[in-house]
């Protein structure tokens, strides 16, 4: 026996499920994570390097509805050497504020904050600012994409500033 679906019950199907609102996340509470990624970095006098990074965040989110504001302190651990005898970077501990849309199934974010580098020369804190999407896999896990930027001054053996950028992938855990 053949099962016939007259096309215009079809049409209607796919017009209505088209049109159904997208069911919204709750993104409201504190969360803990592990990110892993990598930093490249642009010194003075042609210096640079990149490196693997990775380490912990916690943070916690509010969601107002459609906009979804959040604060986050984030450490990663690297050994990023500069080369040409102007040290290495050992460490980034970001204090970043976040705030972003809820597209249903998924968060789209903008990042601005505070950075402190540790290097082999000398310490500073500079602006942290990038972008970021988190999409959830099951109740309470998270995973999210990061791209961020800081510029530093006098942490190299030379006079300059270091250009930094981080590219993290991270899980997450809400409670």
């Known amino acids: ?16 499920a088209c049109a159904a609102p997208a069911v919204a996340e709750d993104w409201s509470g504190a969360y803990a994570g592990f990110s892993f990624g990598y930093a490249d970095a642009d010194g003075p006098n042609g210096s640079s390097g990149s490196d693997l990074t990775f380490g912990p ?6 969601d107002f509805g459609n906009f979804v504001l959040g604060g986050e302190l984030e450490y990663n651990r ?22 972003g849309y809820d597209f249903g199934s998924a968060l789209g974010y903008v990042v601005v904050g505070a950075a402190r ?15 970021g999407v988190a999409y959830p896999i099951g109740e309470n896990f998270v995973i999210s994409g990061e791209a961020l930027r800081q510029n530093f001054d ?14 993290n992938l991270r899980t997450t855990f809400r409670f």
Not at 117 to 131: L, R
């Open 1 to 16: 026996m053949k099962v016939v679906i007259p096309r215009s019950a079809l049409i209607a199907t796919l017009i209505i």
């Open 57 to 62: 965040h916690v943070g916690y989110d509010h």
């Open 78 to 99: 690297l050994s990023l050497n500069l080369g040409q005898g102007e040290g290495s970077l050992d460490s980034m501990t970001r204090l970043k504020l976040r705030g």
């Open 117 to 131: 580098v540790d290097s082999t020369v000398d310490n500073d804190t500079a602006a942290v600012y990038g972008i």
């Open 154 to 167: 006098d942490v190299t053996r030379s006079e300059g500033g270091l250009d930094s950028n981080v590219f």
